[in-house]
């Protein structure tokens, strides 16, 4: 116990007397850890807690999927879910929902609602009550008795002011009286974003219907029962399923996933797994620091340790001091490593916006991960111990007289030791050059994305959504009217230059689109599998140049495109070039599927794509009609404005007043916030990006910094002899740079393949990420060349400064 | 003809908590080409800074020293490198042969700071490996060395240049009596072929080799004399 004090004591002054080594081995385990433990927290909210639920370890998706279309996960045909809650055993619930959308009429304003239809067990298959008032029951699950709803805690609060009486209030749904009977508890938003439940009935029709796919299917595990047994189980079902009926199950395959990663947007998941990836180098290369470091203070001590074997220290002691060392050195690294993850974490979560990590799955489950600040600690420590033990080990078998012996300097194990710290470096120089060339594409093809935008000038636009209420617009030429007035009323505000309407302006609806189906006349319908869809904007004749949105061919809209002249649409290039190659559009005639009146719209113009949002990689298919030929209910207003365009929002609110003071809008906002924050998401994953390829900057030159400057010192006799053998300053400083670019050398050259890797992977992530970037591939290598031979002409100076006098003095 | 190596009240100390200490003091010495000169003293006498002012590896110093002439006293450190590296080997003690090099590459290093073209250097080494016979050990690290091998490799290493003067500083000192005497046999027949040698030893039986003895004795030199003739040539 005293020679442990003792020990402890030595190892405290050891650290101390090599204060420097010490503070970047702790600092390169600090970044390590810290950058690793906050990632890994994130990661661990995002893939594997997205759903605030307790029983989310024993819940399961059960999800189609088609392998040959590519489809990953889609939703279940009523007969194939019926038949699985009738024979699986596996669970004790099996629960299922589909999304809806329905209109809230009778009590107060219209509003379009969120709403999913679920099964009445879906609750009690998550394992949650209400807050208020009571769950479905059984029989409210049969056709023409399921007129109850819950509301979520958000709605609740939002459309009746968190009404305490709320429970038995009738609440017209798409016009049929539905009664309240609870209200879920505050946060409680799965499936994501809902904001009502209504139960959902199947009539006789749907019960044997396998073709139709709405169902998403959630089961909860029988207790003591295994996720591999329910799969198993249901993949087995699955089989007869398929065997029954072959044409239904055709290239179809059942999938179970637990409900964790069923829940995390595919997105998240990819760019969840890359900063993962990212992080987990930066460790490695933090371990490469600290393993350098603890090697070079070890076998920098050669001498003391053989003096120390030779007054008849065992090897268990002497092996028991270094671990002392290490452990203390890890513990110091572990301690600002903690407060660093909890920085960055604080970081993180600060800057979202509310609104939007709303949206994000697992967002509100994001904390301090201790597990893996364990796992990290463990790894770091790991390293430092092997490679703080493996020299004494490596030495003890040499002979302690050896050591001794002035001119016996072990050189042998001397000459391994070096490899063994070039290869270290020449691997933290590749990983970070991949880190590097990672991040730089990402923040370029942010920077792409934010450029794009720019043609839209999203500095001056204000945009707004409406929701014109059906019992007041009925009519076309009503709501046309309205939306005459509004745009008079409000291009006349001072300093608005125009107000233009457009059904989804881009990024708006949270970059969300919808997409239909139209008909080409002429044509035969399309088959089932290869849909012919398009964008639908009803927009007003000025919106193409209120967006700048560049005209091809033809004609965009007119004032005189009204009700009484020959319906019209305006195309974009993408729809052109996919669904008339070779064709002239102009003149050809479209129909938007299901639409009422069936109308022809005849193509007058094509007018350059949009880009929608961040995640398609191409150009949408979008489909224009003038407003008085399609008057819409839902719409978003654009504003082009003089000024800062949040100043006009109070202007904007009364002149609409003045026109329907019952209206409500919503969104008010400029175009560059709701571009903002549609790419918040992406924004946060280049940022950190960015944050972890300067982190690998830093220690892998740390790393060259140590092991050129530890070589120096090691090699001071060697400069010596040089010296006195004619070496001039210059041919000692051309020696350790050399040393020095020859280890980065090789480690980009062993980088740049990899990075390239990566940069083809990340090119079909994100859109304007090209991997053949010379800033990437030409520019990044060169930086860290640069820093490189910086952290090898610092330590070279010191050996052009080394006396030969004192070097070759022994005594 | 002219000296190769001519003091005048030469002289070097070492601050000592503001007051001077001397460790050489106002040496007036010559040194004529071809002379085989044995420097000797107790421990401590300066017998090696001498050496190492000899050798130009040290220039913090005052007084006059007249290298084949030339004025070193007046020449910055580039000049005084190119000097020492077109004039002087050094043979030491404990042979500092580079740990990490082979005898062969041991041998390439003074060539490589003197931009000979790789095949020179090539003949130039096998030449010395030739000449000092140890060609059956030019693969080997100086660690797989006996002293006396290694101290073989440190004189050829030291000669390979054909210096006109080899400076050595107690070259037998870690050596038996037997190794000692095949290297001071070895600085014979080098002096015999026209190389000065300036040697430091504490041994009469190496001062014996040389033709000449300068005594040091606290940084002073104390006596000059011509040595005893070899007993066994
Ligand atoms: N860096 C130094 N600082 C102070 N004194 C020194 C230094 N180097 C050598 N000396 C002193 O100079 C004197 C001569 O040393 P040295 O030439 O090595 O003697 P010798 O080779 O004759 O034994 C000694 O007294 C030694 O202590
Ligand atoms: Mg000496």
Not at chain 1, 17 to 40: D, Q
Not at chain 1, 421 to 433: C, F, H, N, Q, T
Not at chain 1, 723 to 732: F, H, L, T, V
Request: hydrophobic fraction near 45%; glycine fraction near 8%.
């Amino acid at each position: 116990m005293d020679t442990i004090r003792q020990d402890i004591r030595y190892a405290l002054r050891m650290l101390w007397k090599h204060r420097f080594a010490t503070f970047v081995c702790a600092g390169a385990l600090a970044l390590g850890m810290g950058a690793n433990t906050a990632i890994f927290s994130m990661a661990e909210a995002f893939l594997r807690h997205p759903v605030p639920l307790d029983e989310v370890n024993r819940l399961l998706a059960v999800v189609d999927s088609k392998p040959r279309q590519n489809i990953e996960k889609t939703s279940v045909a009523t007969a194939t879910y019926l038949e699985w809650q009738e024979q699986a055993l596996s669970f004790d619930r099996l629960g299922a929902y589909s999304w809806d959308g329905v209109n809230f009429t009778g009590d107060g304003t219209p509003q379009k609602i969120q709403d999913f239809r679920v099964t009445t067990n879906f609750f009690s298959t998550l394992g949650v009550q209400p807050h208020l008032g009571r769950d479905f029951l059984p029989e409210e699950g049969e056709p023409g008795k399921n007129q109850e709803l819950i509301l979520s805690y958000g709605l609740w609060e939002r459309r009746y002011a968190a009404d305490p009486k709320i429970l038995g209030k009738v609440v017209k749904v798409d016009g049929r009286p539905f009664t309240i009977v609870g209200v879920m508890g505050k946060g409680f938003d799965f499936p994501m974003s809902a904001e009502a439940w209504l139960p959902m009935a199947f009539d006789a029709k749907q019960r044997v219907d396998r073709d139709d796919r709405p169902l998403w299917v959630i089961g909860h595990l029988r207790p003591g029962g295994s996720f591999e047994q329910a799969k198993a189980e249901i993949l087995t079902i699955a089989q007869h399923q398929a065997a029954a009926y072959p044409d239904a199950y055709k290239d179809w395959q059942v999938r179970v996933l637990p409900l964790g990663e069923f829940a995390t947007g595919d997105l998240t998941r990819q760019y969840t797994l890359l900063l993962l990836g990212a992080v987990g180098f930066v460790l490695l290369i933090a371990c490469a620091d600290v393993a350098n470091v603890q090697f070079a203070r070890v076998s920098g001590r050669q001498k003391e340790l053989a003096v120390r074997a030779a007054m008849g220290a065992t090897r268990g002691r002497i092996v028991r001091q270094l671990l002392i060392e290490s452990v203390m050195l890890s513990l110091f690294g572990a301690a600002l490593g903690i407060f660093l993850a909890l920085w960055i974490l604080s970081v993180i979560l600060s800057h979202m916006p509310p609104d939007i990590a709303r949206y994000i799955a697992g967002w509100k489950s994001i904390h301090l991960d201790f597990g893996a600040f364990l796992f990290t600690f463990g790894v770091a420590l790991a390293s430092g111990l092997l490679s703080g033990i493996a020299p004494s080990l490596m030495s003890s078998r040499t002979n302690i007289s050896e050591t001794l012996k002035e001119s016996g300097r072990g050189a042998s194990s001397g000459r391994a030791r070096h490899r063994l710290r070039s290869v270290l470096v020449v691997a933290e120089i590749s990983l970070s050059l991949v880190l590097l060339v990672g991040a730089g594409l990402l923040v370029k093809g942010f920077n792409a994305l934010l450029t794009v935008n720019q043609q839209y000038r999203p500095e001056s636009l204000l945009t707004l959504n409406l929701n014109l209420p059906e019992l007041q617009y009925p009519q076309r030429s009503v709501r046309a009217t309205f939306h005459d007035r509004l745009l008079q009323s409000l291009s006349s505000i001072p300093q608005v230059q125009s107000a233009a309407l457009a059904t989804t302006v881009p990024y708006g609806n949270g970059g969300g689109t919808d997409a239909d189906r139209f008909l080409i006349e002429g044509r035969p319908v399309e088959q089932r599998e290869e849909s012919r869809t398009a964008i639908m904007e009803t927009v007003s004749p000025n919106y193409f140049a209120v967006m700048s949105i560049g005209l091809r061919d033809g004609r965009v809209f007119t004032d005189s495109d009204g009700d009484s002249t020959q319906p019209v649409a305006v195309i974009s290039r993408s729809l052109a070039s996919r669904y008339f190659a070779g064709e002239n559009p102009l003149g050809k005639k479209v129909q938007v599927a299901g639409s009422k009146p069936e109308v022809w719209l005849t193509v007058v113009g094509i007018v350059e794509d949009v880009r929608y949002n961040w995640i398609q990689k191409d150009a949408l298919p979008t489909l224009y009609r003038p407003y008085r030929q399609n008057p819409t209910y839902y719409t978003t207003v654009v504003l082009r404005t003089d000024d800062n365009p949040a100043k006009f929002t109070s202007a904007v609110r009364s002149k609409i007043a003045a026109i329907d003071p019952d209206l409500p809008i919503y969104e008010v906002k400029p175009l560059n916030q709701v571009i903002t924050e549609s790419i918040v998401g992406i924004s946060y994953v280049a940022a950190m990006m960015a944050g972890i390829g300067i982190i690998a900057l830093v220690l892998a030159t740390v790393g060259v910094y140590g092991v050129m400057s530890y070589s120096v010192s090691e090699r001071t006799h060697e400069m010596g002899i040089r010296m006195a053998m004619g070496a001039s300053q210059g041919a000692i400083n051309r020696l350790v740079v050399g040393n020095g670019m020859l280890l980065t050398v090789i480690g980009i050259a062993i980088g740049l393949p990899l990075a390239f890797a990566l940069a083809r992977a990340l090119s079909s992530l994100l859109f304007g990420v090209t991997a053949s970037d010379p800033f990437a591939f030409i520019g990044l290598p060169l930086i860290l060349g640069a820093v490189a031979f910086l952290a090898s002409y610092l330590p070279a100076r010191r050996a052009v400064r080394i006396d030969p006098l004192t070097a070759l003095r022994y005594e | 003809m002219e000296p190769l190596i001519q003091f005048r009240s030469l002289e070097k100390s070492y601050d000592a908590g503001g007051s001077k200490f001397f460790v050489l003091r106002r040496i007036n010495l010559a040194i004529q080409q071809g002379e085989f000169v044995t420097i000797m003293g107790p421990s401590g006498a300066g017998k090696s800074t001498l050496l190492s002012i000899i050798g130009m590896l040290d220039s913090a110093w005052t007084g006059e020293y007249y290298f084949l002439g030339e004025a070193v006293h007046q020449l910055n450190n580039k000049k005084r490198n190119e000097l020492h590296k077109a004039n002087i080997g050094f043979v030491f003690q404990s042979y500092h042969l580079i740990d990490n090099l082979t005898v062969f590459e041991n041998l390439e290093v003074p060539l490589s700071y003197k931009n000979v073209p790789h095949k020179e250097r090539v003949s130039l080494v096998c030449d010395a490996l030739d000449r000092f016979h140890i060609v059956g050990k030019k693969d080997l690290f100086p660690n797989q060395l006996s002293g006396g091998q290694q101290q073989l490799v440190g004189v050829a290493r030291a000669v390979i240049l054909h210096p006109k003067l080899l400076l050595a500083d107690e070259p037998t000192g870690n050596l038996h009596s037997a190794q000692g005497d095949e290297i001071m046999e070895l600085f014979k027949k080098l002096n015999d072929g026209g190389t000065t040698i300036i040697q430091v030893t504490h041994s009469e039986r190496n001062a014996a080799y040389g033709n000449r003895i300068v005594q040091l004795k606290d940084g002073w030199v104390v006596n000059e004399s011509a040595a005893a003739t070899v007993q066994s040539a």
